[in-house]
């Protein structure tokens, strides 16, 4: 997985996981408050029921002074009523008591219910029957005292089960406030790092893809300078360089095909006017040099002159047929030292090389046609030679690049003018006031037809450099 790939998975992990924990805290504090509240109702419950027992207890204690006042066994079905329905509640507040105090309060009103129906039963009940009203009012006293003894024990656990549902409620509302709480503080986490997120896919993702978008626009409405600014490491920085050397290949290749054509054009041209030239030069050359042995003095001097425009004529002639042939590449082993140092000793021969000093570093070896390429490297010595002037000096570099040799003819001259360097390699284009301007555009050619190039730009140190690159041989 890509890194940006791995970026964008921890930081959804990471959203997701906000979120994620923002909603556990509210489900566990809803759950916590859910339990509260269901303790609550059973509480409540606990104190209906004990309300109940209590008002339950008096019932039974009514029938019971009923039966006395009337001295007899009318409401003894009430009463057997009324005592089912205390044993009853007794066994309901059985099952909802908890705690140690709400068991203590359960077991006195169980033992002090057992024992006011047993003197009901056993004392008040026979001695009503008997006639015996001393007794009748003592027992009477003693059934009182176990009322108010069932009932205060009843209001005491309704008390208790009161304040349990004070301390649920209030742990409800503890709870309810610290879920609100983190819930709001993780929801407000998560959206700010949803906020930083969004502003990283957008610097991280979408910019680069609007510029690799912008720049695919440009380069389909043909603007094969279009390139893109890489100022990133990943996987977009690796696209957009992938894209600024699609771009630069391309535009290299259609700079080739209308150099190509250009050449075409001019080699169709010259092919045809070159044969009927040459023919005529030749005759006009013939006749000069024999009108030469006869002049003498002024009239020997515009032969010269003649002479010199001829042979200039034949030159421009010869560059536009070499323009106009297929460039053949025989892939011979060609060592650029010994050429260039048989070009040297050349022009330390003729009158050109009598100042400027020449110079020679490295060693190299190339596949190639060992005419043509002399032809490239004499005519940038002999430009190199002029630029420098008599007390110059001409440094030719031989060295290996990774997959090319880089012949370097550098000069001491004033280097090139930056509105001439674009048109150098242009056929025609000279800044030499005799020049034919096909010498660097013939070269040219013949280097790409080698699969290199020439390069040229001024030293910073100074003069004018050009680089001969062809692939190295294997």
């Known amino acids: 997985m890509s890194g940006t790939g791995r970026k964008l998975l921890v930081a959804f992990a990471l959203l997701v996981l906000a979120f994620g924990a923002a909603s556990y805290a509210a489900l566990r504090g809803l759950t916590e408050i859910h339990q509260a509240l269901h303790q609550v109702k059973r509480q409540e419950t606990g104190v209906r029921t004990a309300l109940a027992l209590s008002s339950a207890v008096r019932d039974l204690y009514a029938h019971q002074a009923h039966s006395i006042i009337l001295g007899n066994e009318s409401h ?3 009463y057997e009523e009324a005592h089912r329905r205390v044993l009853a509640l007794l066994g309901e ?11 203590t309060h359960l077991d006195v009103m169980r033992r002090a219910s057992g024992e006011l129906d047993l003197l009901f039963r056993e004392a008040i009940l026979p001695a009503l029957l008997g006639g015996d009203r001393a007794t009748v009012l003592r027992e009477h006293g003693r059934a009182l005292e176990l009322v108010n003894l069932i009932q205060h024990h ?17 742990h409800a509302g503890a709870v309810q406030h610290a879920s609100i709480l983190w819930t709001l503080v993780l929801f407000i986490a998560a959206a700010l790092f949803a906020l930083a997120f969004g502003v990283y896919i957008g610097r991280s993702v979408a910019l680069p893809v609007a510029r690799l978008e912008a720049g695919a626009s440009r380069l389909a409405a043909g603007d094969l300078s279009t390139r893109i600014e890489v100022d990133r490491e990943d996987e977009f920085g690796r696209l957009a360089r992938q894209f600024n050397r699609m771009t630069e290949a391309l535009q290299e290749h259609q700079q080739r095909l209308v150099q190509s054509e250009r ?3 001019i080699g169709r041209l010259a092919a045809g006017v070159a044969h009927e030239i040459n023919n005529p030069l030749g005759v006009i050359l013939g006749y000069v040099r024999l009108l030469q042995r006869k002049a003498e003095g002024a009239l020997a001097e515009d032969l010269r002159i003649i002479e010199e425009e001829t042979l200039r004529s034949r030159d421009i002639v010869e560059g536009l047929l070499d323009l106009s042939r297929p460039q053949q590449v025989s892939g011979e082993s060609v060592d650029l030292r010994q050429m260039a140092e048989e070009i ?3 022009l330390r021969e003729s009158a050109q090389a009598s100042g400027p000093a020449l110079l020679l570093e490295g060693q190299g070896h190339v596949a190639g046609n060992p005419r043509r390429l002399h032809q490239v490297l004499t005519n940038l010595v002999k430009n190199a030679v002029e630029a420098a002037g008599a007390r110059g000096r001409v440094i030719v ?6 997959q090319a040799l880089a012949l370097t003819v550098r000069d001491s001259g004033p280097g090139l003018p930056p509105e001439a360097r674009e048109r150098l390699f242009e056929p025609f284009f000279t800044t030499k ?42």
């Open 397 to 402: 570099a031989i060295h290996a690049l990774d």
């Open 263 to 265: 050449l075409a054009s």
């Open 344 to 346: 040297f000793s050349r």
């Open 154 to 170: 009843a209001d005491a656990l309704a008390e208790e089960y009161e304040r349990t549902i004070g301390g649920f409620e209030e």
């Open 93 to 103: 507040v059985q099952e909802q008591t908890a705690g140690e105090k709400a068991r």
């Open 76 to 78: 003894l079905p009430l």
């Open 433 to 474: 006031p005799h020049g034919t301007g096909l010498g660097l555009a013939v070269s040219q050619a013949i280097a790409q037809a080698h699969g290199g190039s020439i390069q040229a730009r001024t030293h910073p140190e100074g003069g004018a450099e050009f680089t001969l690159l062809l692939p190295r041989s294997t």
